[in-house]
Nanobody, 123 residues
């Protein structure tokens, strides 16, 4: 079955960088748009970034644009999220997702979710 496994989270200070990775298995994901969502304590899950099948199209929320970069390696079935200039408000559990149908910004548009990896940014 489809499995998404995130890694790379941790505790960092404001201004630091982190690289999250997502390993996808169970089938070929090279034709799927993939992405990242996050959920902070007490808040709804929110869209972070998405990347189309070729990697040529990338989409970001306004809150991370210019600081985060999403990429993929279709040969390895992996997706990465490089997060620079981290802020305390970036603290959240980050989820790797596979897009199925609908607008990229809606969580209902994604049919597969990983278990998440915790990112904590201290001030």
């Amino acid at each position: 079955q489809v499995q998404l496994v995130e890694s790379g989270g941790g505790l960092v200070q404001a201004g630091d960088s982190l690289r999250l990775s997502c390993a996808a298995s169970g089938r070929d994901f090279s034709k799927d748009t993939m992405g990242w969502f996050r959920q902070a304590p007490g808040k709804e899950r929110e869209f972070v970034a998405a990347i189309d099948r070729s990697g040529g199209g990338t989409y970001y929320s306004d809150s991370v644009k210019g600081r985060f970069t999403i990429s993929r390696d279709n040969a390895k079935n992996t997706v990465a999220l490089v997060m620079n200039s981290l802020k305390p408000e970036d603290t959240a559990v980050y989820y790797c997702v596979v897009h199925t149908n609908g607008p990229y910004f809606f969580q209902t548009s994604y049919g597969h979710w990983g278990q998440g990896t915790q990112v904590t940014v201290s001030s």
